[in-house]
C-alpha cells in the first residue's frame, strides 16, 4: 500500500469513516467520477505484464479500454499516487481513466483474481525428513505467501487467522467481525513451510511438533505496526497455528465513544470517581472487555495518581501507566504481580482477568483496602459475575463491602450501510418486558432492516461491530439482595426493577435504529 493510501484510505472499523463516503470525498477533491455498481464489467481480464501484489499494494484495478477514447478505466482508491499511475500507464502503453473506487470494492475485486491465480507456491513433494519442511520455511515462495496472506488478514480487519492441517492441505480462514471466513487451501508440504516460517518468527521451538507453544511476533503490516499471539497445536494431521491480530498502537476509544446510553455512562463514570472499590467488566472471549477497561483505565490516568497493570497480554499500551506482562515461565502469574503491586503503592489497579480462586481473593482484597481495582470475568451477564466471585469463595459480605459496579458487554456486527434492506415486520421475536425496555410497543409492527450483502462488506450484510452494554450498579437495595443469598437470576430481576437496561433489550434498540439485524441480537445475545 503506498505511503499516501496509508494516511487517508484505510479500511476503518467501528467508529472510523464509512469507506463509500470516504472514497466521494476523494473522488470530489480530484474531481473524479465515482464507480457505481453498473461500472464495474462482469469479467476483469489482467495483462501478463501486471502484477496482483503491485495493484493490491496500490489499490488499483484496470478494467479494460474505453471504447469511445481508447484509453485504460482504472479503478483507484488514491489518484493522487502519481508514481503508481505512471508505472501502470506505462505497463499498459496508453493513457489512463481513472475513476474513484472504495477500499472494499477494489480488495474484493483484487481476492477474487488472486483466487483464480495459479498458486505461487512450488508444489512440493512430500518431505523425507524435518530438516526439508525447515529449510522450505525460509523459501522465497514461502515468505511472499505468508506476508500476502497476513497483509489480507489486516486489510479485511481480521483479528485471528487460523492455520488447520488436513491430510492433502492446509486450511486458511480469519476471522472478521466475530465470524470466522475460509481465506484459502494450500498444499499440506505448503501448509507445513507456513506453520514452521511462523514459529520462526515467534521464536518457537521449530523441532518440537509434539507440544503446544506460544510465542510472540511483532510486523510492519501496510505501513502499521502488528503485534500477534502465535499459538501452535499439535493435530492429528499435523501441526495447526493460531494468531491473534493486535494494532500495536491501537486508540484507545475516550469513554463517550464506546456507545454507552447516557445513564450507563454516569453509572461507568461515576464508579470511577471513587477512591476505592471493584469495578467488574464480563462477557465471553472477543467481546471487547479489554477495550472498555483501556478506555476506562485511560479516563483515571492523570500525574496525581499511580495506575499498574498486570495483562496476558498488553493489548493496550497507555503511557503514564506502568504495565505488566504476565510470564507464567518465570512464576510471574496475575496472583504474584498482585502482591508485588501492594507494595508499590498504587491508586488503581488494572487485572487483566480474575481466573482462579486465588487471584478473585487478592483482587477483593486489594479494593477493600483502599485501591480502586478494575479487572475482568468470563460470565454471561453482569448478574452472573457476582455470583461467580462467590463460587471462586469470595464471601457474600466482602463482595457487597467493595462491589461498586458489574457491566456485562457483547459486541455486534453493523448492518453495511449500503446493502441494508427495510422491511415491515408485524411482531418482534422478544418479550412484551423486553420491547417496553427498548422503547418499542408490544401491540405494533415495526420497521426494522436485514442483512443483504454487497462488494463492500465482503457479501456478508455486516460492516464493523459496535458494543451492547448493561450496567448493574450495586446500592443498598442490591446490596442487601446479595447479602440475602441471591442467585443469577435474583440479582438481575433486582438490578432491572433499579434501572439496568439488559443485553436483550439493548440490542433490540440498535435493531430499531438500523444498525443491526434481529438475527445479529439473537446470535450474541443469549437471553437466560
Known amino acids: 500500500m503506498t505511503a499516501s493510501a496509508n494516511s487517508s484510505l484505510a479500511v476503518l472499523g467501528p467508529g472510523g469513516d464509512d469507506p463509500v463516503q470516504l472514497a466521494q470525498k476523494v473522488a470530489l477533491i480530484a474531481g473524479l467520477p465515482m464507480m457505481t455498481d453498473a461500472d464495474w464489467p462482469d469479467r476483469i481480464t489482467l495483462p501478463s505484464t501486471l502484477s496482483l501484489r503491485f495493484l ?22 488514491d489518484p493522487q499516487d502519481g508514481t503508481a499511475m505512471a508505472a501502470l500507464a506505462a505497463a499498459l502503453g496508453r493513457p489512463l481513466a481513472l475513476r474513484v473506487a472504495s477500499v472494499p470494492a477494489l480488495l474484493s475485486r483484487l481476492d477474487r483474481l488472486a483466487e483464480n491465480a495459479p498458486v505461487t507456491v512450488q508444489q512440493q513433494a512430500e518431505p523425507a525428513a524435518s530438516d526439508t519442511t525447515d529449510d522450505s520455511a525460509l523459501d522465497a515462495p514461502t515468505v511472499t505467501l505468508l506476508d500476502r496472506l ?20 492446509m486450511v486458511i480462514r480469519q476471522r472478521v467481525d466475530g465470524l470466522l471466513r475460509l481465506v484459502t487451501t494450500v498444499p499440506a508440504p505448503t501448509g507445513r513451510a507456513l506453520v514452521a516460517r511462523l514459529k520462526i518468527l515467534a521464536g518457537l521451538n521449530i523441532a518440537e511438533r509434539r507440544l503446544a507453544q506460544d510465542g510472540h511476533i511483532r510486523a510492519t503490516i501496510g505501513g502499521s505496526r502488528i503485534d500477534m499471539r502465535c499459538a501452535t497445536l499439535p493435530m492429528v494431521d499435523g501441526e495447526g497455528v493460531a494468531l491473534r491480530l493486535l494494532a500495536g498502537q491501537a486508540r484507545i476509544p475516550p469513554i463517550d465513544r464506546l456507545g454507552l446510553l447516557p445513564d450507563a455512562e454516569a453509572a461507568l463514570r461515576h464508579a470511577l470517581a471513587q477512591s476505592h472499590g471493584l469495578i467488574l467488566v464480563t462477557g465471553p472471549t472477543g467481546s471487547g472487555k479489554t477495550t ?16 499498574i497493570s498486570i495483562e496476558d497480554p498488553v493489548e493496550y499500551h497507555i503511557p503514564g501507566i506502568s504495565q505488566v506482562q504476565v510470564n507464567t515461565a518465570i512464576g510471574l502469574d496475575f496472583v504474584a504481580g498482585l502482591r508485588a503491586f501492594m507494595r508499590a503503592d498504587p491508586d488503581v489497579l488494572l487485572v487483566g482477568e480474575v481466573r482462579d480462586r486465588e487471584t478473585a481473593a487478592i483482587t477483593v482484597q486489594a479494593a477493600l483496602t483502599g485501591h480502586l481495582v478494575l479487572t475482568t470475568l468470563h460470565t454471561n451477564s453482569a448478574a ?53 425496555m427498548a422503547g418499542h410497543d408490544p401491540q405494533r409492527g415495526a420497521a426494522i432492516w436485514r442483512a443483504e450483502g454487497c462488494d ?11 458494543a451492547i452494554f448493561e450496567m448493574l450498579p450495586v446500592g443498598e437495595t442490591l446490596r442487601a439482595t446479595l447479602l440475602g443469598g441471591a442467585g443469577t437470576a435474583a440479582l438481575h430481576e433486582a438490578g432491572v426493577e433499579a434501572g439496568m437496561v439488559p443485553l436483550l433489550a439493548e440490542g433490540l434498540r440498535h435493531v430499531l435504529s438500523g444498525h443491526t439485524s434481529v438475527a445479529e441480537v439473537l446470535r450474541v445475545v443469549q437471553d437466560e
Open 56 to 77: 493490491r499494494a496500490a489499490l488499483m484495478l484496470p478494467l479494460g479500454p474505453d471504447p469511445a477514447t481508447g484509453a485504460e478505466l482504472v479503478a483507484v482508491a
Open 292 to 307: 472498555t477497561l483501556a478506555a476506562a483505565t485511560a479516563a483515571l490516568n492523570d500525574p496525581s495518581r499511580k495506575i
Open 456 to 466: 463492500q462488506c465482503g457479501g456478508t450484510g455486516y460492516f464493523g461491530r459496535t
Open 384 to 436: 452472573g459475575a457476582v455470583v461467580r466471585l462467590t463460587e471462586m469463595g469470595v464471601e457474600r459480605y466482602l463482595l457487597a463491602a467493595t462491589l461498586r459496579l458489574s457491566i456485562g458487554q457483547r459486541l455486534l456486527r453493523q448492518l453495511c450501510r449500503h446493502c441494508r434492506k427495510p422491511e415491515q415486520v408485524a411482531t418482534l421475536p422478544f418479550t412484551p418486558a423486553i420491547q417496553v
Open 150 to 169: 497476513l497483509a489480507r488478514a489486516v486489510e479485511a480487519r481480521a483479528t485471528d487467522m487460523h492455520f488447520e492441517p488436513a491430510s492433502q492441505q
